[in-house]
């Protein structure tokens, strides 16, 4: 039935464009023909339309709608944005550049022109369900962009805090000396206070550490090293311990055992 009416109204505007062409007639024949699915007729009419009412924004709607029938999607957004410059609250050029944008990807513009459109006419069912997808398909394409440039974790091309690798550095293996309280006393040696005064004085540094030399030692020509040697021969060595830890240690007096 339907269809019947179709052709009906499209036989009677048909005459009318032949007997008497109005802007009016063309842009109503134009959209008859692409409803109709004859959409380069339709190309035609308008086109035809527009040399004779170059400013007409009815026949230039149609003429947009059917391009996006045409697949001609670009083209069709062109003229639809000229018109809605000159219309901005045209309803039918909301909906159909909405439709364009949707079909070139472009979700932001499509859902801001949905906004305008839903608010004259929110009972639109197609232009809601336009704009949930608008919407849906802007959300997965931000996710997707978060996904490639990665979270924010202060990892940078695949390196960590921890080391270019990302995993923690541990010393080398037999690469330190010291023990595990980490004051810098040689396992090697009695950890005690008098032990430690000892191996300061003699500038002793555990493995690893390189002695720091004073600046002024090589212009002065070695007198830091030998004010220190004066000042360590000025007190006995085992003069730092008791006579528990000489026992325990084995430690003599040398001078006792040359005067014995």
Known sequence: MA?????????????????????????????????????????DVAGEGLKQWKDNASISVVLGKTCL?????RKAREIL??????QPQNLVVLKSLAEACFRM???DCCDDLLDEYLFENPSDEEANEMQDKARAMKKSAAAAAGFREGPETGVEDGKSSAGESGSVERP???????????????DRYPDTER?????????????????????????NGGSVEEEEEEEVDSV?????????????????????????
């Open 172 to 186: 080398a293996e037999g690469g330190d000396d010291r023990d595990s309280a980490g004051d810098g006393v040689d």
């Open 105 to 107: 990807e472009d979700w």
């Open 195 to 219: 032990m430690k005064k000892v191996l300061d004085s003699q500038g002793y540094l555990p493995a690893g550490d390189e002695r720091k030399e004073d600046p002024g030692e090589e212009e």
């Open 81 to 86: 944005e000229d018109v809605r410059k000159k």
């Open 236 to 260: 006995k060595f085992l003069d730092f311990f008791t006579d528990e830890e000489k026992k325990e240690l084995g430690l003599e007096d040398y001078e006792s055992d040359e005067n014995g």
């Open 69 to 73: 029938d045409a697949g001609m999607i």
């Open 3 to 43: 269809d019947d009416m179709l052709r009906l109204e499209l036989e009677r505007v048909e005459e009318e464009w032949v007997g008497n062409p109005t802007p009016i007639v063309c842009a109503r024949f134009a959209d008859l023909l692409r409803r109709s699915g004859r959409v380069d007729e339709a190309l």
